[in-house]
């Protein structure tokens, strides 16, 4: 099949356009709900046509950076960001990284104890008592009898999503939801089998206990224990991993 050369060329015009637009709607020199030129001044002002405009003000809405709006009021609008839309884009990159063995599980338990020892201190500043009923109710859910592993591991989620959000602090919240949507999903999956689940609970009760004492020195050292067993439960279910491989090679 022949290569679309000049398909190519307008791809890249369109990226560098958007990336400009992109660019003055960050630093602000475009303001959030102000109406962009049409596709036909933009193409004038950039030199290119008016496709080529489309496809870069497609790059923006997918990011949702603009908004299109029809009737005689419409156009083009530049959108607040949305944190949780920009994040969950690097939530996907961050998934797929831990997935090809880009980064290891020191250096996610790493990165998580740095970020999350952030959050424990602020959330003992700033909890709510919904915060903590939140974290409470994972709690309970986690003693019964009755989640499956993934709702078990769901659960575990939800329940750093409710640390995160108690530390009340939005661009942490940003960093944070990499952390927790991506890198513990992954993580959990893989050591559903091997940890104990009364022992998750316990350190959830325990990190529970320290936020509403607002005890930021306790809080980070159950965070500190609890990740240590996550990597300690993550080395078994590998060691497990490799044993059944080996035991089905040599059958093999």
Same mark, same amino acid.
């Not at 008016?50 to 959108?79: D, I, Y």
């Not at 959990?188 to 930021?216: C, G, P, W, Y």
């Given at each position: 099949?022949?290569? *679309? ?21 960050? =630093? ?20 290119? !046509? /008016? ?12 990011? +949702? ?7 005689? !009021? ?5 959108? %607040? ?14 998934? @797929?990284?831990?997935?090809? &063995?880009?980064? =290891?599980?020191?250096?996610?338990? &790493?990165?998580?104890?740095?970020? *999350? ?9 700033? %909890? ?6 939140? $974290?409470?109710?994972?709690?309970? @859910?986690?003693? !019964?009898?009755?989640?499956?592993? *993934? *709702? ?8 750093? /999503? !409710? ?5 009340? +602090?939005?661009?942490?919240? @940003?960093? $944070? ?6 890198? $513990?999903?992954?993580? +959990? ?7 104990? %689940?009364?022992?998750?609970? =316990?350190?959830?009760? /325990? ?7 607002? =005890? ?13 067993? @996550? ?12 044993? %059944? ?8």
């Amino acid at each position: 099949m022949p290569i *679309e050369y000049q398909d190519v060329v307008r791809t890249g015009v369109a990226r560098q356009v958007a990336d400009k637009i992109r660019a003055a709607i960050l =630093d602000g020199r475009l303001k959030i709900d102000e109406r962009l030129p049409t596709e036909e001044e933009l193409a004038r002002s950039f030199g290119i !046509s /008016r496709p080529t405009v489309r496809e870069a003000l497609k790059r923006l809405a997918a990011q +949702n950076l603009v908004r299109s709006q029809r009737g005689p !009021s419409g156009g083009t609008f530049v959108s %607040r960001p949305d944190p949780e839309g920009l994040s969950s884009a690097i939530t996907g990159a961050a998934t @797929l990284l831990v997935g090809v &063995g880009a980064f =290891d599980i020191d250096e996610i338990i &790493g990165a998580r104890l740095e970020t *999350e020892a952030i959050c424990c201190r602020l959330a003992c500043e700033r %909890r709510s008592d919904a915060d903590l009923k939140a $974290m409470r109710a994972e709690v309970a @859910l986690q003693r !019964s009898t009755t989640p499956t592993d *993934e *709702e078990f591991c769901a659960s575990d989620v939800r329940f750093h /999503r !409710s640390l995160v959000k108690a530390a009340g +602090n939005g661009p942490l919240s @940003l960093m $944070m939801y990499t952390v927790v949507e991506a890198f $513990m999903p992954i993580t +959990n999956m893989i050591v559903s089998q091997v940890r104990e %689940r009364k022992k998750v609970a =316990d350190f959830h009760q /325990r990190l529970a206990d320290a936020i509403e004492a607002r =005890d930021a020195a306790g809080a980070t050292s159950v965070l500190s224990e609890l990740l240590a067993y @996550l990597r300690d439960s993550y080395a078994v279910s590998l060691k497990r991993l490799a044993e %059944r491989e080996a035991k089905r090679a040599a059958r093999g």
